[in-house]
């Protein structure tokens, strides 16, 4: 069943994530939490954003998602076709993001109404292990989608929403729990876990720098070799 909502300071956060927008980006992220262990946090490579120069950070709001295959008749009422999703759509908080998986990949899991619903709630974006459609409509509004690619089949008949503010895991990827921060740009998706979250983040700040004085090392005409040798940068 749905859990409680993480706490945490929304202040504080939107601090965060004007930083990381601002000085961040995923494959330095990536790099750091390889060096400290966590080397199995990026989504599978196949999602990625609907706009490519799409940036999105905000926390993870995870949804689970279920195939199902029975008809119309024995759903009950429409609202139950689609689970428990309107639930989660509608406990999005601001600067969340809408993270999905657990479907086979046959119909799509996100549209236009969806994100016109979850723009209004402040919500950050949608990541999605999986097909979105209403590619035309999200466009328009601008929101962040992050998915394998459009599909127009819809989820009602084919599957449902099973549970919300829950831990997921990625196929051949990693886990992600409610609250973890969350970062995208056009290479890739990652999901830092919340315990280590300060640390990834001022080490990932501290390579930034630190990648910034090689370059000037590149441009001064000294050796690869040597500049790793001295810096363990490259």
Known sequence: MAGEIPARDAAADAALFEMIRAELFTAVIGDVMDAMGLRRQFLPPEIRALV??????????????ADC???????GPV??????????????????????????????????LMSGRAQALGAAGAVLGGFHRDTREILGLGFPVFSTGAYAQDQRLRGRVIDYRCPI??????????????VGDIDGVLVV??????AVIAAAREKVRGEAQVRDMIGAGESTASIFAKTGIM
Do not use: H
């Open 69 to 75: 295959a029975t008809d119309a008749a024995s759903r």
């Open 79 to 112: 609202a139950d076709a689609f689970g428990l999703m309107f639930e989660a759509l509608d406990d999005l908080k601001p600067g969340e993001i809408y993270v999905c998986t657990g479907a086979s990949p046959r119909y799509a899991l996100w549209g236009g």
């Open 52 to 65: 490519p120069d799409t940036v999105i950070v905000g926390r993870a709001m995870p949804v689970l998602e």
């Open 193 to 198: 876990p919340r315990a280590q979250e300060a």
């Open 169 to 182: 895991e990625f196929p051949n990827a990693c886990r992600v729990e409610p609250g973890d921060l969350m």
